[in-house]
């Protein structure tokens, strides 16, 4: 069995996934004690302030650790409609909206060195225009059950949705549990605060009693 745990939404502003910001301390404890990998979804600029070219020595901070998978997770992580969140990707109902928004994000990604293997839907939904688009893309999409509407994606997909803060541990795509979470926010409960870093210790320390082995997504393609 495998255990994947993946966190959205990490974007180099302080308190966000900086060094020395109180959830990076989490996740290197938990990489400490049991071994722990992590799948970071990063917008390539967050809410049009944290343009990832502009920040290749966090990029180059991040894959030095050894024990992250850099994945996309939108451009601006924002929409021009009001009435969807920040599925940015769900107003892309276009070929030509959704291609320039990805060649935008590709070319933050190009300046930092790094092509990203896997993909997650910013606020989880996407237009099937741009998902067609997406799938060309990644090698893989993570994707939640709840939200994915049947739409189909010609790439991989990891489906799961249990929390960091969760003691209902499911098992997906056969043989990986995988924990989905958010880097920082104050909109849901599934962040990198001290009372979820204490519930996953108490859940790794649980599943490390079974054949496990901590994986990245893309390790698991």
């Given at each position: 069995m495998k255990i994947t745990i993946s966190i959205d939404d990490i974007h180099p502003e302080v308190g966000w996934g900086m060094e020395g910001d109180e959830c990076m301390y989490y996740l290197d404890e938990l990489n400490k004690e049991f071994g722990a990998k992590y799948t970071l979804f990063i917008p390539s600029n967050y809410h049009n302030k944290a343009k990832l070219s502009e920040h290749k020595e966090w990029i180059?901070?991040?894959k030095s650790k050894?024990?992250?998978?850099l994945a996309a997770h939108g451009h601006y992580h924002q929409c021009e409609?009001?009435?969807i969140g920040e599925c940015e990707f769900f107003e892309l109902d276009t070929f030509d909206k959704a291609r320039d928004r990805i060649n935008l994000?590709?070319?933050e990604w190009g300046k930092v060195k790094h092509?990203?293997?896997g993909w997650r839907n910013p606020g989880w939904l996407g237009h099937p225009v741009?998902?067609?688009?997406?799938?060309k893309t990644f090698n893989y999409a993570a994707i939640h059950y709840e939200h994915n509407h049947n739409i189909p994606w010609s790439c991989k997909t990891f489906f799961g949705h249990d929390g960091i803060n969760t003691t209902d541990i499911k098992?997906?795509?056969?043989?990986?549990?995988?924990?989905?979470?958010?880097?920082?926010?104050d909109w849901n409960d599934n962040v990198w605060n001290e009372d979820n870093y204490n519930q996953m210790k108490l859940s790794l320390e649980h599943l490390s009693k079974m054949n496990l082995e901590f994986?990245?997504?893309?390790e698991c393609l």
């Amino acid at each position: 069995m495998k255990i994947t745990i993946s966190i959205d939404d990490i974007h180099p502003e302080v308190g966000w996934g900086m060094e020395g910001d109180e959830c990076m301390y989490y996740l290197d404890e938990l990489n400490k004690e049991f071994g722990a990998k992590y799948t970071l979804f990063i917008p390539s600029n967050y809410h049009n302030k944290a343009k990832l070219s502009e920040h290749k020595e966090w990029i180059d901070w991040l894959k030095s650790k050894g024990y992250f998978e850099l994945a996309a997770h939108g451009h601006y992580h924002q929409c021009e409609r009001k009435d969807i969140g920040e599925c940015e990707f769900f107003e892309l109902d276009t070929f030509d909206k959704a291609r320039d928004r990805i060649n935008l994000m590709m070319t933050e990604w190009g300046k930092v060195k790094h092509i990203p293997d896997g993909w997650r839907n910013p606020g989880w939904l996407g237009h099937p225009v741009a998902i067609k688009e997406l799938s060309k893309t990644f090698n893989y999409a993570a994707i939640h059950y709840e939200h994915n509407h049947n739409i189909p994606w010609s790439c991989k997909t990891f489906f799961g949705h249990d929390g960091i803060n969760t003691t209902d541990i499911k098992i997906h795509n056969n043989d990986i549990v995988m924990f989905q979470s958010h880097i920082a926010g104050d909109w849901n409960d599934n962040v990198w605060n001290e009372d979820n870093y204490n519930q996953m210790k108490l859940s790794l320390e649980h599943l490390s009693k079974m054949n496990l082995e901590f994986k990245t997504l893309n390790e698991c393609l």
